[in-house]
């Protein structure tokens, strides 16, 4: 998992913790994307189904509960990213990556102000999750350019560059058309002039 900003020693949680931080985790990636800065950590705890002080058992601060929804999403697109390679071939694996990014992103943009902030309290904080990003674009965009599917020069930050303008144009990436449509975009410009397409 990546983890970001400072750690501690982690002794093992009961089935039941593990069950409410992940509940906690759940509710508060959907109330991020819902209502960004402004979601209620007292909602995010009645909509799981928890009383406050768990809540702050598992995260003391928002910006511990703001770093670990952002961690958990970093994780996902490494996990999915592995996933698709061995459910699709190359090219699809990279496309369905690319439209996973914009659910990502719809959390990141709710968390925008509160990640900004602690972005320049603790910019060295950020650099693990970033470089996770960047090889997970990497894993999936290498196969389909080995297998001739797209284009050979355009790299992972290229890609990463593309998708993250995309997603900043509307105020919900996930639940716009208009942006899965431009990702399509993007990836069919990945595709053109590839070697399997001359």
């Not at 906690?24 to 909602?43: K, M, N, P």
């Not at 960047?134 to 080995?146: D, W």
């Not at 399509?184 to 595709?191: A, S």
Request: charged letters at 25%; proline letters at 4%; hydrophobic letters at 45%.
């Amino acid at each position: 998992m990546v983890s970001v900003g400072s750690t501690t020693d982690i002794k093992p949680m009961r089935a039941d913790a593990a069950r409410n931080r992940d509940k906690l985790l759940r509710v508060a990636t959907q109330a991020f994307i819902d209502r960004g800065a402004e979601a209620s950590l007292d909602q995010i705890a009645r909509d799981a189904g928890v009383g406050i002080g768990t809540l702050y058992r598992h995260f003391p601060t928002r910006e511990d509960l703001v770093m670990a929804v952002y961690a958990r999403q970093i994780d996902s697109l490494r996990e999915r990213s592995q996933q698709l390679l061995a459910e699709y071939e190359p090219a699809e694996a990279l496309h369905q990556w690319m439209l996973g990014f914009v659910d990502f992103y719809a959390v990141k943009n709710g968390m925008v102000t509160l990640l900004r902030s602690m972005m320049q309290a603790s910019p060295d904080a950020f650099a693990e999750a970033r470089a996770s990003m960047r090889e997970s674009a990497e894993r999936v965009l290498r196969p389909a350019a080995e297998a001739g599917a797209i284009r050979s020069d355009v790299g992972a930050e290229e890609v990463l560059r593309a998708l993250g303008g995309i997603c900043l144009a509307g105020p919900n990436p996930s639940s716009s058309d208009a942006t899965r449509t431009l990702v399509d975009l993007v990836f069919d410009g990945l595709r053109y002039g590839a070697p399997s397409r001359a």
